[in-house]
């Protein structure tokens, strides 16, 4: 990536940041927090969501999408769906119904009796994607980023994450990766904290890497707990990238993988910062 993406990113984060900060301001909880922030990363077409994912073996976008509530630990999800713009907003209708993860036709089914639109499939690519996959098509190609995530406290103590992918560039149709299944590409709780993952779903998913996070959150600082948990990714043979708020407002954040742009705000502090990785 070159340094004039990395800007543009840093402001895409920021804008995210930026609006939840102003709804928590207007009394929002975290949950419609976190889903604004991955709403609007969604819809700008360089991350790796919504608009802009990373394109299957058949050269259409199937999309992952997961919000949780610390509070209630109400969790909702939506996988591999292909016609839904903002993935993030069923994903947050799934956890207001009797369902955990809904996939493909049927998700897609749910978004319209929820009133959410059909989008054409080709919306969601981009020229970048296209050339990307067929990059990868050419040859293995072992890039992949831009899975986006939010993680939030509010005033009221409440924690919520909520992460949307496009999944990982010519992926098998029907792959689904760890983003929508619980703790492990997202996951919050009441008194640990928010976690959301982005990295090779495989190994996150068997790690529990969010789970594992925000569960060694008692003995450790929120950036030890990160790396515990990027420790056990690490060993499976993955890596991946962490962003945690703790229930004491702390925010952290790690990566094995190239690149992860991040955008944070406190009643003490604001930034936004594009790492390398390990
Ligand atoms: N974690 C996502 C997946 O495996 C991909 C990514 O974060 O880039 O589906």
């Not at 594992?212 to 499976?236: C, I, K, N, Y």
Request: glycine share 12%; with cysteine.
């Amino acid at each position: 990536m070159g340094r004039e993406d990395w800007t543009s990113r840093l402001v895409g984060v920021s804008r995210a940041r930026d609006a939840a900060w102003r709804l928590l301001e207007q009394g929002a909880d975290a949950l419609r927090a976190a889903v604004e922030a991955v709403r609007l990363l969604e819809d700008d077409p360089q991350f790796n969501a919504g608009v802009g994912s990373a394109l299957n073996r058949d050269g259409f976008a199937e999309l992952d999408a997961a919000v949780m509530d610390g509070e209630t630990l109400g969790f909702g999800a939506v996988a591999a769906v292909r016609d839904v713009k903002n993935p993030v907003l069923l994903a947050l209708e799934v956890l207001n119904s009797e369902h955990v993860l809904l996939a493909g036709e049927g998700a897609s089914r749910f978004a319209r009796e929820r009133g959410l639109p059909a989008c054409d499939p080709r919306e969601l690519v981009t020229e970048r994607q296209l050339e990307r996959w067929t990059a990868a098509r050419r040859r293995a190609l072992e890039e992949r980023s831009g899975t986006v995530g939010a993680v939030v406290l509010d005033a009221g103590g409440r924690l919520a994450a909520a992460t949307s992918t496009g999944g990982m560039v010519d992926q098998r149709v029907g792959r689904v990766g760890d983003t929508p299944l619980p703790g492990a590409g997202t996951y919050a709780e009441a008194g640990l904290g928010a976690v959301s993952a982005t990295g090779h779903g495989e190994f996150l998913a068997r790690a529990l890497a969010s789970y594992r996070a925000a569960a060694s959150l008692g003995d450790r600082s929120p950036q030890e707990a990160l790396r515990a948990a990027l420790d056990a990714v690490g060993r499976l043979g993955g890596s991946g990238g962490l962003i945690l708020v703790d229930a004491r407002g702390r925010v952290a954040w790690a990566q094995t993988t190239p690149e992860m742009s991040v955008a944070w705000r406190t009643p003490a502090d604001e930034g936004a910062q594009m790492r390398e990785g390990a």
